[in-house]
T-cell receptor, first 114, second 113 residues
Framework: DARVTQTPRHKVTEMGQEVTMRCQPILGHNTVFWYRQTMMQGLELLAYFRNRAPLDDSGMPKDRFSAEMPDATLATLKIQPSEPRDSAVYFC????????????FGSGTQLSVL | AQSVTQLDSQVPVFEEAPVELRCNYSSSVSVYLFWYVQYPNQGLQLLLKYLSGSTLVKGINGFEAEFNKSQTSFHLRKPSVHISDTAEYFCAVRGGATNKLIFGTGTLLAVQP
């Protein structure tokens, strides 16, 4: 079965360290979403790409977060420097690019910043 | 801008009982509506979606949802739940200029024996 792959599954780091999360979308999908899930805020959209171009990253704190797609098979989300309030589960999802597309989610990266 | 409201954070229900999970949306334009389910320690999976046409949409695992434009609602229903339906359910809306998929805060369906 085709699936979205996220690495690492778990990450524990200290405040101030750089964190890089990776996502391999399903082959042939041309939209990629990054969501952050916390108990308090639920699912927040951080960034949204179509054909590797960022369409919307208004939900992402620009001073410390950055999202890129160096190629069609890899999306990255970086936090530098990380802070304890960044602790959350980060999900990547990919889709076929239509407005009513079904999104396929990865299993998430659980990030703990101490 | 679109938004989604799920008023119930948790819905406890006994096995084999019917259940309804409520979802209301707001939008000034036509939108697409979705229900996703999240099992523990997993990503989200699509249950069903409403695009147009018939207001009653059937999804996987025996779930269905009814689109009501006048009430701006898209409630999820199942006539008889199983223990395995215990999960977090998210309503989502997409459309408009930004075309972002916006999720509600989720409803935890807790099925008890």
């Amino acid at each position: 079965d085709a699936r979205v792959t996220q690495t690492p599954r778990h990450k524990v780091t200290e405040m101030g360290q750089e964190v890089t999360m990776r996502c391999q979308p399903i082959l042939g999908h041309n939209t990629v979403f990054w969501y952050r899930q916390t108990m308090m805020q639920g699912l927040e959209l951080l960034a949204y790409f179509r054909n590797r171009a960022p369409l919307d990253d208004s939900g992402m704190p620009k001073d410390r977060f950055s999202a890129e797609m160096p190629d069609a098979t890899l999306a990255t989300l970086k936090i530098q420097p990380s802070e304890p309030r960044d602790s959350a589960v980060y999900f990547c999802a990919s889709g076929t690019g239509t407005e009513h597309e079904k999104l396929f989610f990865g299993s998430g990266t659980q990030l703990s910043v101490l | 801008a679109q938004s989604v409201t799920q008023l119930d954070s948790q819905v406890p229900v006994f096995e084999e009982a019917p259940v309804e999970l409520r979802c209301n949306y707001s939008s000034s334009v036509s939108v697409y509506l979705f229900w996703y389910v999240q099992y523990p320690n997993q990503g989200l999976q699509l249950l069903l979606k409403y695009l147009s046409g018939s207001t009653l949409v059937k999804g996987i695992n025996g779930f269905e949802a009814e689109f009501n434009k006048s009430q701006t609602s898209f409630h999820l229903r199942k006539p008889s739940v199983h223990i395995s339906d215990t999960a977090e359910y998210f309503c989502a809306v997409r459309g408009g200029a930004t075309n972002k998929l916006i999720f509600g805060t989720g409803t935890l369906l807790a099925v008890q024996p």
